[in-house]
């Protein structure tokens, strides 16, 4: 039997387990690092508000390749941090690295947050670093995550703003449109009126939406930036003939050469510090 299969997963979120456990998340595993580099900016802000304690029990919601996980568990030294997450393949990554790195108070599951049977009252602080969005029934997800929350304890998302505040996002999509119509639609959790409603329907008190704006980092150079970006999002120009592919390229090169820094290639990026508390 295969991960895939062996992963109890909500109805809604079979999708999601086919892309983060198939092609998305092997492309993530190999690039972990570069995502992980990708959102540093926002580390200290996010841990500052997760506030995790010495003895804390920690749980990481699609916690990817196991970043924040490890950080968590390196704050709750006397307690412990669980990454769970729909990969296989990135959770490899992440065991690997906790193994390499020598965390030894932090483990990681494959599972599907939403359905998952946590232990009542078994977490101190929940966190998801850009990993709730992804949720087929946000509420149900919600709901189970408070359940697993003790009384008191903390709920930390990072979830980008909408679209048009995301540099890099309407940038990228627009030149891999290549003249085609632009998608529309915007991200999950993008909206602090919707956030807030959700969370409080949810079960949670004291919700918070803090805007947060930082340089979001894709690569040391040119050269470096293109391959990244054109491996996640090339697949949007397979329809195109050889002239209007490379064209497109090379209008990504010439955006990306104007947000060449000293320290490489930066985009704008705006992000949601959300904060909350199961009462």
């Known amino acids: 039997m295969s991960e895939s299969t062996a992963v109890r997963v909500d109805p809604s979120n079979e999708r999601m387990l086919k892309a983060w456990d198939g092609d998305d998340g092997s492309f993530w595993a190999k690039r972990a690092q570069r995502f992980d580099d990708g959102v540093a900016a926002y580390r200290d802000l996010f841990f500052a508000a997760a506030d995790v304690q010495v003895a804390d029990r920690v749980l990481d919601v699609g916690c990817g390749a196991g970043q924040t996980t490890r950080d968590a568990a390196r704050l709750a030294a006397e307690g412990s941090a669980l990454g769970v997450d729909l990969s296989g393949e990135m959770l490899g990554v992440a065991?690997?690295?906790?193994?390499?790195?020598?965390?030894?108070n932090v483990s990681f599951e494959q599972a599907d947050a939403q359905v998952h049977p946590f232990a009542e009252a078994s977490f101190d602080v929940v966190i998801s670093r850009h990993g709730s969005m992804f949720f087929g029934t946000p509420l149900a997800a919600f709901v189970n995550l408070v359940r697993a929350t003790r009384p008191g304890g903390r709920l930390v998302l990072l979830t980008w703003q909408p679209l048009r505040l995301n540099e890099w996002i309407t940038t990228f999509r627009t030149i891999f449109a290549a003249g085609r119509e632009v998608p529309s639609g915007d991200l999950a959790l993008s909206d602090p009126r919707e956030i807030e409603e959700l969370l409080s329907s949810a079960g949670y008190v004291d919700v918070e939406c803090t805007a947060v704006n930082k340089p979001m980092f894709f690569g040391e150079d040119v050269d470096d930036a293109a391959e990244f970006i054109v491996e996640q999002h090339g697949g949007r120009l397979s329809d195109l003939d050889d002239?209007?592919?490379?064209?497109?390229?090379?209008?990504?090169?010439?955006?990306?050469?104007?947000?060449?820094?000293?320290?490489?290639?930066?985009y704008g990026s705006a992000a949601w510090l959300v904060e909350a508390r199961r009462p």
């Open 243 to 266: 002239t209007a592919r490379d064209s497109a390229i090379q209008a990504l090169r010439a955006d990306l050469a104007e947000h060449q820094a000293d320290q490489g290639v930066f």
């Open 95 to 104: 065991r690997q690295l906790a193994e390499k790195e020598r965390v030894l």
